[in-house]
């Protein structure tokens, strides 16, 4: 249901932020809904962020977005505390940036910047939140020049690229780097039969799982792959992130 998980977002902070995230704002109108008996129709198996970014996406958690952001900005207008005012901008960049607005949270998050400027105040004072600023501008920056090269990208038209039939399967020994290269330059996929032999052939143990674990106390490299633990991945449905696969358990000894 959209109740799980409810403990885990409610969100805490030891003092405000100057720029407050759009996060916690949007975790604050989920719970609230929840509890008036208006719960969203959202994926919940993702974990707490996936959910919180699966709600800010729904019709009605953009309309939320959009209102808190024009109501922090109506605000700003009419406040004459430069720091106040500098934080009502700072979270209005923020929702901006959750409604992937990055023009209008750029402009926002310089016309926080601005505000601490004109007042003048010493640098010991307001040296955090001018930091605070300045970080979000760095970030909101690399984001609007990934849109801009990904929107050049979208107008170059892609290559042709051969209709592959079937995947040749080689004898890595057998071939030889001009080879490999042609092949590489014309993007056709291979299939390399026994590398992976190749691969652990020096290897000072044997991969398999019970090799693994008797080399562990002989072998350090043995030991440190024995207690490295490997995040898996598990599909859930609508899930927003990459290919709908969400964080699953993390699995640690080898024969978990």
């Known amino acids: 249901s959209s109740a799980v998980g409810m403990d ?47 709600a800010a996406a729904t019709a009605d958690g953009r309309r939320f977005l959009a209102s808190t952001m024009r109501a922090k900005l ?7 505390d430069p720091l106040d ?8 960049s923020a929702l901006a940036w959750a409604l992937q607005d ?4 750029w402009v926002t998050a310089r016309e926080a910047r601005a505000s601490l400027d004109r007042a003048g105040a010493a640098l010991d004072d307001w040296g955090a939140a001018r930091a605070e600023l300045d970080s979000l501008l760095v970030r909101l920056g690399r984001q609007r020049a990934l849109q801009d090269a990904l929107a050049d990208l979208r107008r170059i038209s892609a ?16 071939m030889s780097v001009p080879q490999f290269a042609a092949h590489a330059l014309r993007r056709q996929p291979l299939i390399f039969r026994g590398l992976a032999r190749e691969v652990v052939r020096d290897s000072p143990f044997t991969w398999t799982v019970d090799g693994l674990l008797a080399a562990g106390e002989a072998s350090p490299a043995a030991a440190e792959a024995l207690a490295r633990r ?3 991945k598990r599909r859930v449905a609508r899930s927003l992130d990459w290919a709908g696969l969400a964080d699953g358990p993390a699995v640690g000894q080898a024969r978990d």
């Open 74 to 80: 109506d605000a700003a207008e009419d406040e004459g």
């Open 230 to 232: 490997v995040v898996l």
């Open 102 to 105: 990055m023009e209008a949270a």
């Open 8 to 54: 885990a977002l409610a969100v805490k902070v030891s003092h405000p932020s100057l720029t407050a995230g759009a996060m916690p704002i949007i975790a604050r109108w989920y719970r609230a809904r929840a509890a008036s008996g208006r719960p969203l129709d959202v994926p919940t198996g993702g974990g707490h962020r996936a959910l919180l970014r699966a």
């Open 85 to 92: 005012r500098a934080h009502l901008l700072g979270t209005a």
């Open 159 to 174: 290559p042709d690229r051969p209709c592959v039939r079937a995947v040749e399967v080689v004898d890595p020994a057998a």
